[in-house]
């Protein structure tokens, strides 16, 4: 399986995601390895700081490019997730080779509006989406306003979501605890979403 984690709006969570999604995967005892697709090697740099530490990640993450994605295979018996930069060819090649795309995003309004853009291009070619609230407290008019803009939208929207925590941010360079801060429910959601295909 082919799992891309996409947004054209930077600082939503797309690494974090991809990491989070990868440990959930290898929790399970399921073969995953990440590809860091984005110029800035924001995954490559987490593996490197957490293997420096002496915590390193239980899969592997290797920078990959455009040729290096065109070439995937879905495979039953592997995850691959793909880190991906806001845009460009490599992050088509990545939606183009998905069993599923991730949609990372803030409940923010700013983060938001860019993401109605991914969504379009997202159904215009027909992959399988979703779309993860990320950085959420639940009891803010902000949260609940997205929840419905989303809705109202008719926005495939995961049921689980992601909290506001510093203790999420933080976990960068590291390998995560034993909390996935809700990353294992979404886990659960892509793969049964992929076997109801």
């Known amino acids: 399986m082919i799992v891309s984690v996409v947004n054209i709006k930077g600082g ?13 995967a290898s ?3 399921i073969k995953v390895v990440v590809l860091d697709t984005d110029p800035q090697g924001s995954s490559s740099d987490w593996a490197l700081y ?6 390193a990640l239980p899969f ?3 920078s990959a490019n455009i040729a290096n994605v065109r070439r995937l295979r879905d495979d039953p018996t592997r995850l691959v997730v793909i880190d991906c930069p806001p845009s460009g060819n490599v992050t088509d090649a990545a939606v183009e080779r998905s069993t ?7 409940p923010m309004p700013v983060d938001l509006a860019k993401t109605w853009d991914t969504i379009e291009s ?13 950085r959420v407290d639940p009891r803010t008019i902000t949260f609940k306003s997205a929840v419905a803009e989303l809705a109202d939208g008719k926005a495939k929207v995961f049921g689980t979501t ?3 925590r510093e203790t999420v941010a933080s976990t960068f360079g590291r390998a995560f605890g034993d909390d996935l801060f809700g990353y ?12 109801g295909e």
């Open 100 to 106: 599923f795309v991730v949609v990372p995003t803030s």
């Open 50 to 55: 957490a293997e420096e530490d002496g915590d």
């Open 184 to 195: 294992a429910e979404v886990l659960g959601e892509i793969l049964e979403a992929c076997d």
């Open 27 to 29: 929790r399970r005892g």
């Open 162 to 164: 992601i909290p506001k």
């Open 12 to 24: 939503v969570g797309k690494t974090t995601t991809a990491i989070a999604l990868a440990t959930a």
């Open 60 to 62: 592997d993450v290797n």
């Open 122 to 134: 997202l159904s215009d070619g027909g992959t399988p989406y979703g779309v993860l609230l990320t």
